[in-house]
């Protein structure tokens, strides 16, 4: 599969990244932070195709408790499967709050990392993606190759 184009920035603080935006403007020049630096390598590598374990540092003092379970959960989704609004919910402890598992999705500060392009909707269709629903379906796919 071909690489993806994008660019990326990532902010980090004392308490790890605290954010990972594909809206930046490239990959961030090296920086002081070696948590970042290796962030950035790891997501180069992703977008090009090959398979990933991230292991960097999150910060997740932004967010509330209800958030934090959410994205912890959608870390748990496997490379190339996914799970619907209502199963995140479910998997983050709160099997009745699909409609707000989404609103979280929607603040996840760590795009890619924390795999919010992985949930769908119930009825499988793709569903919305805040950088655009053909990068999610490019997304889905690379690494259903993978």
């Not at 980090?12 to 605290?18: D, E, R, S, W």
């Not at 959608?74 to 699909?98: D, N, Q, V």
Request: net charge positive; proline share 6%.
């Amino acid at each position: 599969m071909k690489p993806i184009p994008i660019n990326i920035k990532i902010k980090a603080g004392p308490g790890g990244v605290t954010e990972i935006s594909l809206r930046g403007h490239g990959y961030p020049s090296p920086t002081s932070d070696r948590n970042a630096r290796r962030l950035s390598a790891q997501l180069k590598k992703y977008f090009a195709g090959r398979a990933v374990k991230f292991d960097a540092q999150l910060d997740f003092s932004a967010g509330t408790r209800f958030e934090h379970a959410v994205w912890r959960a959608c870390m748990r989704i496997p490379r190339g499967e996914t799970r619907s609004y209502s199963e995140l919910a479910a998997m983050a402890g709160y099997p009745r709050a699909a409609r707000a598992a989404g609103n979280a999705m929607a603040r996840n500060p760590f795009a890619i990392v924390v795999p919010c392009h992985r949930v769908v909707r119930a009825d499988g269709s793709i569903g919305r993606y805040g950088y655009g629903v053909a990068l999610k379906r490019k997304l889905l796919e690379m690494e259903r190759a993978l």
